[in-house]
């Protein structure tokens, strides 16, 4: 198999590696604070512009909707267009999203510049990813892809508590303004610090970009998310989330239409006949909608049942974070030595343990209790996170990755966004239930022992598909 001339060698020299590391390590960071750094100041911004808390919910749901549309495109994207300049045109869409944010005097115009933010934050995870696997051997990408992950670890785990301290005390229009400051340097950085990466195809091959494609994977997910989104705040029986589901499924119709129909189409259909592939995003999906699980409802539980305040109840989330943070880049480099199956079936039974033991102990215990739940999903999400990535990143060939790896983080966000929307109507509907599912539970807060055992039972479903994964280390075929 041929490939295009001017796809990028390995880099060679310490000091370049580290530039370029260090750039996709601090975007990544930047990426994953910046989505959830506002959820503890939504009560100062709706006080400050006026807004219901629905309403305001926008800033979080808008920032969601347009990652879950926009992973895949930049990913699609990466197969057309030189990397770097992709990489520095989404990072200055977050930059112009983050002065839009400073200065907004209304919500409108703050959700607009969160849809802006999220715009450019869609491409950091996957082009990321595509550069790793382009630029590092494989016997070095499991470490980087880890240092990464752990990246996004950080950001995940401590986003929240560094936007409830720089809201309670400069204001949340501050969290902006160092926002918009870090994508400047962001910019800059990748400027110098990536190479120049052209598309790889084979030779002689022309490609179109199937805008039509695009557009109604964009359309399915979207409106698929809006229609959960709608359906634990309203009801899945009312009419915006019957209706946006509805126009999610004739979207996917239309989609399927398209993969058949077109001669290029958005997705490579050569993607579904990869078993491999189709394990790792099975995997993506069910392993991220059980850990945001986690992560959204253990602080509400805190909260709610415990008493704690805001502040405290995001403390409980540190475990965890430190075990993402600490653990990802020797899982990284571990997934290189002894390959990526091993890592990622480890890494989904203590999931699975640990969403049960908060299921079955802690909805409604200590917090010191909640803590050691939370640190057994940290430890497994650093499991299973990078490996995931370098087993389907070693499924596909070169010309599949920018389609491949867009399809799977885009797959990361949709099971994030559906898993707190459905997680969050099963515990709006069981907040009133006098026994828990789970017959082990002796507690009061029935409703967060039947979501917390809802996310084991997702991450069965993924144990179930690492089956799928082929055995030792994966490489790119070339």
Not at 190 to 212: K, N, S
Not at 299 to 312: R, T
Not at 359 to 367: E, V
Not at 384 to 390: D, G, L
């Given at each position: 198999m041929n490939t295009n001339k001017n796809t990028a060698q390995p880099i060679q020299g310490a000091a370049k590696r580290f530039m370029l590391l260090l750039v996709l390590s601090l975007s990544s960071l930047l990426a994953a604070i910046t989505v959830d750094m506002v959820n503890p100041v939504l009560g100062l911004i709706g006080e400050s512009l006026s807004a219901t808390k629905a309403q305001v919910s926008w800033v979080v749901s808008g920032v969601a909707l347009v990652l879950a549309i926009g992973v895949p495109l930049y990913g699609r994207m990466s197969d057309f267009f030189e990397l770097r300049k992709l990489f520095m045109l989404a990072a200055s869409i977050l930059t112009l999203g983050s002065l839009i944010c400073a200065l907004s005097a209304s919500l409108p115009l703050l959700v607009l510049g969160r849809m802006i933010q999220g715009a450019g934050m869609a491409a950091i995870p996957v082009l990321s990813v595509v550069a790793i696997s382009k630029l590092f051997s494989e016997g070095n990408r499991g470490s980087v892809l880890g240092i990464v992950a752990g990246c996004i670890g950080i950001g995940t785990a401590f986003g929240p508590i560094f936007g409830g301290i720089v809201g309670q005390i400069w204001g949340w229009p501050a969290l902006f303004w160092i926002t918009f400051v870090l994508s400047l340097l962001i910019v800059a950085g990748a400027a110098f610090a990536l190479p120049a990466i052209e598309p790889t195809m084979e030779a002689g091959e022309t490609r179109q970009f199937d805008l039509a494609g695009g557009g109604l994977l964009g359309l399915a997910v979207g409106l698929l998310l809006f229609g959960v989104t709608q359906g634990e705040v309203s009801g899945f029986h009312s009419l915006s989330a019957a209706a946006s589901l509805l126009a999610a499924g004739l979207a996917l119709v239309g989609l399927i239409w398209r993969l058949r129909t077109a001669s290029m189409p958005f997705i490579p259909p050569s993607l579904f006949k990869n078993g491999s592939y189709i394990s790792s995003i099975t995997i993506a999906f069910f392993s991220m909608f059980a850990y945001f699980a986690v992560l959204v409802f253990v602080p509400m539980l805190m909260v709610e049942v415990n008493g704690l305040s805001p502040a405290q109840a995001g403390l409980t989330l540190l475990p965890g974070g430190a075990a993402v943070a600490l653990l990802s880049p020797w899982v990284g480099r571990l997934s290189d030595q002894i390959g990526n199956k091993p890592l990622i079936v480890a890494g989904l039974v203590v999931m699975a343990l640990s969403t049960l033991y908060l299921s079955t102990f802690a909805a409604g215990a200590a917090p010191i209790l909640v803590s050691i739940g939370v640190l057994g999903a940290g430890i497994a999400f650093a499991l299973?996170?990078?490996?995931?990535?370098?087993?389907?990143?070693?499924?596909?060939?070169?010309?599949?990755?920018?389609?491949?790896?867009?399809?799977?983080?885009?797959?990361?966000?949709?099971?994030?966004?559906?898993?707190?929307?459905?997680?969050?109507?099963?515990?709006?509907?069981?907040?009133?239930?006098?026994?828990?599912?789970?017959?082990?539970?002796?507690?009061?807060?029935?409703?967060?022992?039947?979501?917390?055992?809802?996310?084991?039972?997702?991450?069965?479903?993924?144990?179930?598909?690492?089956?799928?994964?082929?055995?030792?280390?994966?490489?790119?075929?070339?």
């Amino acid at each position: 198999m041929n490939t295009n001339k001017n796809t990028a060698q390995p880099i060679q020299g310490a000091a370049k590696r580290f530039m370029l590391l260090l750039v996709l390590s601090l975007s990544s960071l930047l990426a994953a604070i910046t989505v959830d750094m506002v959820n503890p100041v939504l009560g100062l911004i709706g006080e400050s512009l006026s807004a219901t808390k629905a309403q305001v919910s926008w800033v979080v749901s808008g920032v969601a909707l347009v990652l879950a549309i926009g992973v895949p495109l930049y990913g699609r994207m990466s197969d057309f267009f030189e990397l770097r300049k992709l990489f520095m045109l989404a990072a200055s869409i977050l930059t112009l999203g983050s002065l839009i944010c400073a200065l907004s005097a209304s919500l409108p115009l703050l959700v607009l510049g969160r849809m802006i933010q999220g715009a450019g934050m869609a491409a950091i995870p996957v082009l990321s990813v595509v550069a790793i696997s382009k630029l590092f051997s494989e016997g070095n990408r499991g470490s980087v892809l880890g240092i990464v992950a752990g990246c996004i670890g950080i950001g995940t785990a401590f986003g929240p508590i560094f936007g409830g301290i720089v809201g309670q005390i400069w204001g949340w229009p501050a969290l902006f303004w160092i926002t918009f400051v870090l994508s400047l340097l962001i910019v800059a950085g990748a400027a110098f610090a990536l190479p120049a990466i052209e598309p790889t195809m084979e030779a002689g091959e022309t490609r179109q970009f199937d805008l039509a494609g695009g557009g109604l994977l964009g359309l399915a997910v979207g409106l698929l998310l809006f229609g959960v989104t709608q359906g634990e705040v309203s009801g899945f029986h009312s009419l915006s989330a019957a209706a946006s589901l509805l126009a999610a499924g004739l979207a996917l119709v239309g989609l399927i239409w398209r993969l058949r129909t077109a001669s290029m189409p958005f997705i490579p259909p050569s993607l579904f006949k990869n078993g491999s592939y189709i394990s790792s995003i099975t995997i993506a999906f069910f392993s991220m909608f059980a850990y945001f699980a986690v992560l959204v409802f253990v602080p509400m539980l805190m909260v709610e049942v415990n008493g704690l305040s805001p502040a405290q109840a995001g403390l409980t989330l540190l475990p965890g974070g430190a075990a993402v943070a600490l653990l990802s880049p020797w899982v990284g480099r571990l997934s290189d030595q002894i390959g990526n199956k091993p890592l990622i079936v480890a890494g989904l039974v203590v999931m699975a343990l640990s969403t049960l033991y908060l299921s079955t102990f802690a909805a409604g215990a200590a917090p010191i209790l909640v803590s050691i739940g939370v640190l057994g999903a940290g430890i497994a999400f650093a499991l299973i996170h990078s490996p995931a990535n370098n087993a389907a990143v070693g499924s596909l060939q070169q010309e599949q990755l920018g389609a491949g790896m867009g399809l799977f983080q885009g797959t990361l966000y949709l099971g994030a966004g559906t898993g707190a929307g459905l997680i969050g109507a099963l515990l709006h509907a069981r907040k009133d239930a006098d026994a828990a599912f789970n017959p082990l539970y002796q507690l009061l807060a029935v409703g967060y022992s039947d979501a917390l055992l809802a996310a084991s039972l997702a991450t069965l479903i993924a144990l179930i598909a690492s089956f799928g994964l082929r055995s030792g280390s994966l490489r790119i075929k070339r």
